[in-house]
Structures are given as structure tokens and as C-alpha cells.
């Protein structure tokens, strides 16, 4: 079992940054790659960003490439997403998700995680 617990949202204007964390818990934590997925009001679950097991690959959105970063320390079971130059259209609650299968996988749509943390809302405003 994983359990998932993200922080770090809040209220920032355009133009800023946030640092989203995601503390697992359990003991395969770091054999699990590791997404970000976020829900805008009204609009469907979206990838945002995956890395592997060990952090060497990383994965993103289209919309976030060359804004946000995805990084881990398996050592303190945390994964994190550095955000900058955020949009209003970055609106939305982000969660954690960890699974079994590759990051590779997890960049492809939220369908299948095997856990996911239960967000943490952002809010840009413009």
C-alpha cells in the first residue's frame, strides 16, 4: 500500500511560482514511477508530469514543457513539481498519483493509477 498526501497549493498571481510536494507512505514507494495529474472545474483529468522509479526519466504535458519540473527523493519517500511562469489556465487541483507500471504509462492519461493522493487546489490569477 502507498498513501499519498500532496501540499504546497495556494493562491499566486500570473507569472509566479508554487512547489507542489507529495509525501508517500509505505515501503515501495520508490519502486513506483510518480505523476502529477490535474481537474480544472468542468474539464476531465489531465497528465501534467511522470518520472520514474529511479529519476532519471521524466515525462510532461504539452501545456506545462519548459515550466514546470517533476523531481523525487526516494530517501524521503517525496516527489515534487517546481512550477514557474504559471497561467491562470494552470488553475486547477493537482494530485499525486503513484503506479507499478512506468512513467512512460502515467503520461499517456490518469486511467489505471494504482494510488492517488487527494489534491491540493491551485489557483492563478491574472
Known amino acids: 500500500q502507498v498513501q499519498l498526501v500532496e501540499s504546497g497549493g495556494g493562491l499566486v498571481q500570473a507569472g509566479g511560482s508554487l512547489r507542489l510536494s507529495c509525501a508517500g507512505s509505505g515501503r515501495t514507494f520508490s519502486r513506483n514511477a510518480m505523476g502529477w495529474f490535474r481537474q480544472a472545474p468542468g474539464k476531465e483529468r489531465e497528465f501534467v508530469a511522470a518520472i520514474s522509479w529511479g529519476g532519471g526519466i521524466t515525462y510532461y504535458g504539452d501545456s506545462v514543457k519548459g515550466r514546470f519540473t517533476v523531481s523525487r527523493d526516494n530517501a524521503e519517500n517525496t516527489v515534487y513539481l517546481q512550477m514557474n511562469s504559471l497561467k491562470p489556465e494552470d488553475t486547477a487541483v493537482y494530485y499525486c498519483?503513484?503506479?507499478?507500471?512506468?512513467?512512460?504509462?502515467?503520461?499517456?492519461?490518469?486511467?489505471?493509477?494504482?494510488?492517488w493522493g487527494k489534491g491540493t487546489l491551485v489557483t492563478v490569477s491574472s
Open positions: 498519483a503513484a503506479d507499478r507500471r512506468t512513467a512512460a504509462t502515467m503520461s499517456r492519461g490518469p486511467g489505471g493509477m494504482d494510488y
